[in-house]
Each structure stands twice: as C-alpha cells, then as structure tokens.
C-alpha cells in the first residue's frame, strides 16, 4: 500500500494535496485497492459548493459502487475529465489520478485530516 507524504487523509481513504488556496481531491491506494479494478467515475459539476463529508460523487468498480466524500469545504474549480474516458487510472496511479481540484473555503478543515502517519496507522488497524 501506497501512501504519500505531504498529503491530508480522511477516513473513508480520500487524499487532499494543498496548492496555495486550492486543493486536488483523489481515493487512496488503500481505497482502489479494495474496490478492484473500477469501471466508473461520476464527476462533480464544476461551480459546486460543497462541504465537507458531504458526497460528491461515486465510484463503481467491477466489485462495488461507493460514495466519494468531501475531505473539506470548498468550491470545485475543475475535474479530471481524463477519468470519464479512463476511469482505471484511479487504479494505476491514484495520487496522480486526482478527481477535482477546489477552492478551499475553509483551510481550517484540514486540521481535522490525518497526515500520512496517522493515515498509516488507521489503514493498518482495518486490515
């Protein structure tokens, strides 16, 4: 299992790398790993608010169909529309294969993520 440092974790295995006052949003390699091999990625609309552990999308792999949940609140300024074409490269590179990119509403949120240590040791206890 992968996990990057640098980035913030939440608890249901999505990643958050800040830029400035942006943020890129993606799964962990923790997370594709236990969908298996995924068929479809359904993209939030840009100009979204959204906040945190809200939904924001969902994930279908050949096993499962999951719920993809805000790490923060923000405003979405851009998706990775390369995944509507290719949704397994969330499999082959899910710290490259971000999901959206957004404006962060409140930096203060990330506060409350795992840095990749803490997110080591959650992933190590649910296995």
């Known amino acids: 299992m992968k996990i990057v440092s640098g980035l913030y974790y939440t608890k249901d295995h999505e990643w958050v790398k800040v830029e400035g006052k942006e943020a ?3 799964i962990t390699d923790f997370a ?5 091999s995924i068929v479809y990625v ?9 906040e945190g552990e809200e939904s924001f ?13 805000m790490p923060v609140t923000g405003t979405i300024i851009e998706v990775n529309e390369e995944l509507e074409n290719d949704p397994s490269l969330v499999n082959t590179a899910p710290y490259e294969s971000w999901i959206m990119k957004i404006s962060l509403s409140n930096p203060a949120d ?4 795992m ?5 080591e040791a959650f992933c190590n206890e649910e296995a």
């Open 42 to 50: 359904e993209l939030p609309e840009v100009d979204e608010e959204v």
């Open 57 to 69: 999308g969902t994930i279908e792999s050949v096993k499962a169909a999951s719920d993809m949940l």
């Open 115 to 119: 840095n990749a240590e803490e997110y």
């Open 24 to 26: 890129l949003v993606g």
């Open 110 to 113: 990330l506060d409350e993520l």
């Open 32 to 36: 594709q790993h236990a969908l298996g």
